[in-house]
Nanobody, 127 residues
Framework: QVQLVESGGGVVQAGGSLRLSCAAS????????MAWFREAPVMEREFVAA????????AYGDSVKGRFIISRDTARNTVYLQMISVKPEDTAVYSC????????????????????WGQGTQVTVSS
């Protein structure tokens, strides 16, 4: 059974930093690419970042490029999202997800390519 558990959300002031964690079980981050997406009210689900199963490639959404960093710890089977210089528009529920296919050659940024999702963690950026 695949489970993804996010943590680390909370309230942070604009310009501050926050680190989200996603602990995975049932699939290993060294075999499945992992991604973060976010959703806010009246906004479609948005791709935030993804890291390839090999660890050698990552991708970022345009709105977070240069401010967020995705990483992983294979020993802990955990993926992280370091959020730096956060803005009020980063306020959303952040969810991690695992690719539906192991060892996929291409790093996917589309939500439909990910089949297991965590429950999400709320991030609120105050101005």
């Amino acid at each position: 059974q695949v489970q993804l558990v996010e943590s680390g959300g909370g309230v942070v002031q604009a310009g501050g930093s926050l680190r989200l964690s996603c602990a995975a079980s049932g699939r290993t981050v060294s075999s499945y690419s992992m991604a973060w997406f976010r959703e806010a009210p009246v906004m479609e689900r948005e791709f935030v970042a993804a890291i390839k199963w090999s660890g050698g490639n990552s991708a970022y959404g345009d709105s977070v490029k240069g401010r967020f960093i995705i990483s992983r710890d294979t020993a802990r089977n955990t993926v992280y999202l370091q959020m730096i210089s956060v803005k009020p528009e980063d306020t959303a529920v952040y969810s991690c997800a695992t690719d539906s296919r192991p060892l996929r050659l291409q790093l996917e940024v589309t939500a439909s390519m990910y089949d297991y999702w965590g429950q999400g963690t709320q991030v609120t950026v105050s101005s």
